[in-house]
C-alpha cells in the first residue's frame, strides 16, 4: 500500500474560501480535495502490512517528548519556484515542533531502510500545477495572498495513511492515529 505520515487539518474554512478564489484562474492546476488538505511529515511511498506496527512505533519515538500545540495557516507560495511552479501551498507555522517530528521521524524510519529526505518545509498543499498556462494570474494571486492568514490549528495526534489512487483523485484513509 502507498502510505505517508500526516498531520490533519481540521479547520478549513479559509482554506476553501482561499480554493473557490483560485478555481477562477485559468490554468492546468488540480486542486486538492478539502477532505485531503493535510501536513504530510513523511511520505514513505509503498509499504508492506507488516511495515505498520514499525512504523507506528516510529511514530511513538518520534512524538514522545511532543505535547498538543498549535500552529498558524499563512503565507501562499510555490515549490519549487515562482518560474517553476509545480506546488501551490499554505505556510504551516508553529514553535518548531513538525520540524523536530519531522528530523525524529527521519532518524527512526532510516532504521528500516526509508531514505532521508533533503529538506523538511512545513507546508499544507492545495493545488498541483501542471503547466506554464495562467503562470502570471498565478503570480498575482499569490503575491495578494501571500501574507493573509487562514486561521489556526491545534495539532493533536499524528496519523499514518494510506492513499488509494483513482483517477478522479486519491481517498487517503487513516490506519493509525497516535496521540501527543
Not at 17 to 27: H, P, T
Not at 88 to 107: C, N, R, S, V, Y
Not at 125 to 137: D, F, L, P, V
Amino acid at each position: 500500500m502507498r502510505a505517508f505520515i500526516a498531520i490533519d487539518i481540521g479547520k478549513k474554512d479559509e482554506i476553501i474560501k482561499l480554493m473557490d478564489e483560485f478555481k477562477k484562474i485559468k490554468g492546468k492546476f488540480k486542486l486538492v480535495e478539502p477532505e485531503n488538505v493535510h501536513l504530510t511529515l513523511k511520505f514513505l511511498g509503498e509499504i508492506e502490512e507488516d511495515m505498520i506496527e514499525k512504523i507506528k512505533e516510529a511514530i511513538e519515538k518520534s512524538v514522545e517528548e511532543i505535547t498538543p500545540f498549535k500552529a498558524s495557516l499563512s503565507g501562499l507560495g510555490v515549490f519549487p519556484s515562482m518560474d517553476y511552479m509545480r506546488v501551490l501551498w499554505i505556510g504551516f507555522k508553529d514553535e518548531g515542533q513538525t520540524k523536530k517530528i519531522a528530523f525524529h521521524l527521519e532518524e527512526e524510519l532510516q532504521k528500516y531502510g526509508f531514505k532521508r529526505e533533503k529538506k523538511f518545509t512545513p507546508h499544507i498543499t492545495i493545488a498541483r500545477i501542471k503547466s506554464k498556462e495562467g503562470k502570471e494570474e498565478i503570480k498575482k494571486f499569490i503575491e495578494k495572498h501571500k501574507e493573509k492568514n487562514f486561521g489556526e490549528v491545534e495539532c493533536m495526534e499524528i496519523c499514518l495513511k494510506k492513499s488509494i489512487l483513482r483517477p478522479e483523485g486519491p481517498i487517503y484513509e487513516t490506519i493509525e492515529e497516535i496521540k501527543l
